[in-house]
Structure formats: C-alpha cells, structure tokens
Nanobody, 125 residues
Framework: QVQLVESGGGSVQAGGSLSVSCVAS???????ITWFRQAPGKEREGVAG????????LIANSVLGRFTVSRDNARNTFSLHMNKMKVEDTGMYYC???????????????????WGQGTQVTVSS
C-alpha cells in the first residue's frame, strides 16, 4: 500500500519561492508521482510529475518556466519547487501516485490511485 505525506506548505508573497515535499512509502515498483493543486471552486489541476524509475519529468504549460520537480531516491521524497509565484498559485497542493500503463493524460486526477492529504499554499499580493 502506497502512502504519501506532503509537507512544506505555507504563505509567500507574489514573486517569491516555496518548495513542498512528498514522502512516499510502499513504492514497490515504478510509479509516476504527480503534484496537483486545487483552488477553491476550481477543478484539481496537475502541475508537475516525475517518474520514480527514470527521473523523467513532466511540467504543465501553466507553470512551465516557474515550477520544477525533483526526487531524492534515498529518502523517497519528491519535491515541487515553485518560483516567481503568483496569487493564482494559491491552493491546496497534493501529491499523487499511479502505476503503469502511463498514457498521455498525466494531468487527469482520475488516473491516480494514491493521494496524500494535501498541504496549503497561499500567495499574497
């Protein structure tokens, strides 16, 4: 059973940076770990993903050039690094995991089996 625990959320001013982390346990094979965010009244949106086996990365167009994703295999930790943050980046951030097969629709929440509890990120102007 995969378990995901996020941490590192908080408040930051627009233009600033923040990183959130996801510690995973129970990863017995290759997974795609993806960060989602959800603002009040909006749909959950996939922003960045990373494959646990290859380290290959996926970045959504909406955050390209501002967000990156990394992994620390020794600690089973997957981090989202957010730079040049905007007020519209505010929301609850979740990490999620899915097993193969992996198709093109990596941003669809329904494709993911395991979810963390989320961590709040607030960007103020």
């Amino acid at each position: 059973q995969v378990q995901l625990v996020e941490s590192g959320g908080g408040s930051v001013q627009a233009g600033g940076s923040l990183s959130v982390s996801c510690v995973a346990s129970g990863l017995t094979s290759a997974y795609l770990i993806t960060w989602f965010r959800q603002a009040p009244g909006k749909e959950r949106e996939g922003v960045a993903g990373i494959y646990t086996n290859t380290g290959g990365k996926l970045i959504a167009n909406s955050v390209l050039g501002r967000f990156t994703v990394s992994r620390d295999n020794a600690r089973n930790t997957f981090s989202l690094h957010m730079n040049k943050m905007k007020v519209e980046d505010t929301g609850m951030y979740y990490c999620a995991a899915r097993s193969p097969p992996w198709d093109h629709d990596w941003t669809a929440p329904a494709r993911y089996t395991y979810w963390g509890q989320g961590t709040q990120v607030t960007v103020s102007s």
